[in-house]
T-cell receptor, first 113, second 112 residues
Framework: AQSVSQHNHHVILSEAASLELGCNYSYGGTVNLFWYVQYPGQHLQLLLKYFSGDPLVKGIKGFEAEFIKSKFSFNLRKPSVQWSDTAEYFCAVMGDSNYQLIWGAGTKLIIKP | DAGVTQSPTHLIKTRGQQVTLRCSPKSGHDTVSWYQQALGQGPQFIFQYYEEEERQRGNFPDRFSGHQFPNYSSELNVNALLLGDSALYLC???????????FGDGTRLSIL
């Protein structure tokens, strides 16, 4: 069965620190990969996506993620976080023969000013 | 350009009742997916509608049913409500299979 695992449920960082949020998935075929973000009081928004091609994808607000096929991973990174990055981050996977998004449990990120 | 809109925002029901939640997709989108998000968890896929038909279904009982209308809007119906159905119900729309989904704010359903 497909599954997505996010390594940390809560992460606390200071402003300007570097960020890496882990995401591993379990699926036997080709996948589309997504990171979504939910800012406090707002709906889920797409941060970035990977469909094919360059495994290093760049998203909005300075975020990037790297797809490592051999490790079934799609980790999210940002070199220098800001207070406004405080949010919950979700990794999601969609198989190529599947229409449903399979989600991780989310990581709550708190940035201390 | 209107995003995904859901109604109502909040709903309180008692066990055994039935509920209908509504969703209008983002303008130009033809595919609607429904998710259930329990507290502290990621969304769980319920089903997806395209061309007024259920295209795929997640691991949810038949108490959960849906409908898509010719204007692409959609409804989620839940019968015989259980306490465990208390959750945030999210609607997402997209244009085509595998494309990024745009989410509404959700309907918070509480079962007493």
């Amino acid at each position: 069965a497909q599954s997505v695992s996010q390594h940390n449920h809560h992460v606390i960082l200071s402003e300007a620190a570097s960020l890496e949020l882990g995401c591993n998935y379990s699926y036997g075929g080709t996948v589309n990969l997504f990171w979504y973000v939910q800012y406090p009081g707002q709906h889920l928004q797409l941060l970035l996506k990977y469909f094919s091609g360059d495994p290093l994808v760049k998203g909005i607000k300075g975020f990037e993620a790297e797809f490592i096929k051999s490790k079934f991973s799609f980790n999210l990174r940002k070199p220098s976080v800001q207070w406004s990055d405080t949010a919950e981050y979700f990794c999601a996977v969609m198989g190529d023969s599947n229409y449903q998004l399979i989600w991780g449990a989310g990581t709550k990120l708190i940035i201390k000013p | 350009d209107a995003g995904v809109t859901q109604s109502p925002t909040h709903l309180i029901k008692t066990r055994g009742q039935q509920v209908t939640l509504r969703c209008s997709p983002k303008s130009g989108h033809d595919t609607v997916s429904w998710y259930q998000q329990a507290l502290g968890q990621g969304p769980q896929f319920i089903f997806q509608y395209y061309e007024e038909e259920e295209r795929q279904r997640g691991n949810f009982p038949d108490r959960f049913s849906g409908h898509q209308f010719p204007n692409y809007s959609s409804e989620l119906n839940v019968n015989a409500l259980l306490l465990g159905d208390s959750a945030l119900y999210l609607c997402a729309s997209s244009l085509g299979v595998g494309q990024p989904q745009h989410f509404g704010d959700g309907t918070r359903l509480s079962i007493l």
